[in-house]
T-cell receptor, first 110, second 117 residues
Framework: GNSVTQMEGPVTLSEEAFLTINCTYT??????LFWYVQYPGEGLQLLLK?????DKGSNKGFEATYRKETTSFHLEKGSVQVSDSAVYFC?????????FGSGTRLSIRP | EAGVAQSPRYKIIEKRQSVAFWCNPI?????LYWYQQILGQGPKLLIQ????????DSQLPKDRFSAERLKGVDSTLKIQPAKLEDSAVYLC???????????????FGPGTRLTVL
């Protein structure tokens, strides 16, 4: 069935380190892909999205490229900050609903 | 622009009691969603409304959960009777249209954390 698989956490990095959170999906057709972020005590916020193959979504220094051939949408950031500590959810939208991954908790040490 | 409002933020009840959650979406958003987020998991869609009509309630446990959006604006989600496994964060989201629109975005409220003892 349709699903999203993302890197298990928690992920702990030092400030200014390079970040990759892997995400792969199983879906028919051409879904839109998303990364949502949930900061402590807050609701989910859309971080970035891509709507077709080879599109790159970007926001706040984060990037992810829609790779149809590998069904992946990995999240990257070149230099993380303490304020990036949060839970990150990969998701896709197809036809009538959004399917979320289980989330990856990211902690950044000063 | 005001965001999605939810209340209460926290609720503790005993099993077999009933509970209700309220959501007010962003003004003008036709589509409203209720999600259940169990600790350590991603949000799972319970029900989706388009205006005051149900679009998808395939994952709503209808023997104990109910939801309504009578005037096509705010919505309530009810659990009666609650079970221990209903302990979760209940998230409400809204969007201008539905996710069938490739450019649409869902905006989430802060959630209601339910603990069933």
């Amino acid at each position: 069935g349709n699903s999203v698989t993302q890197m298990e956490g928690p992920v702990t990095l030092s400030e200014e380190a390079f970040l990759t959170i892997n995400c792969t999906y199983t879906a028919t057709g051409y879904p839109s892909l998303f990364w949502y972020v949930q900061y402590p005590g807050e609701g989910l916020q859309l971080l970035l999205k891509a709507t077709k193959a080879d599109d790159k979504g970007s926001n706040k220094g984060f990037e992810a490229t829609y790779r149809k051939e590998t069904t992946s949408f990995h999240l990257e950031k070149g230099s993380v900050q303490v304020s990036d500590s949060a839970v990150y959810f990969c998701a896709y939208s197809s036809a009538s609903k959004i399917i979320f991954g289980s989330g990856t908790r990211l902690s950044i040490r000063p | 622009e005001a965001g999605v409002a939810q209340s209460p933020r926290y609720k503790i009840i005993e099993k077999r009691q009933s509970v209700a959650f309220w959501c007010n979406p962003i003004s003008g958003h036709a589509t409203l969603y209720w999600y259940q987020q169990i600790l350590g998991q991603g949000p799972k869609l319970l029900i989706q409304f388009q205006n005051n009509g149900v679009v998808d309630d395939s994952q709503l446990p209808k023997d104990r959960f109910s939801a309504e959006r009578l005037k096509g604006v705010d919505s309530t989600l009810k659990i009666q009777p609650a079970k221990l496994e209903d302990s979760a964060v209940y998230l409400c989201a809204s969007s201008f249209t539905g996710p069938g629109s490739l450019t649409d975005t869902q905006y989430f409220g802060p959630g209601t954390r339910l603990t069933v003892l």
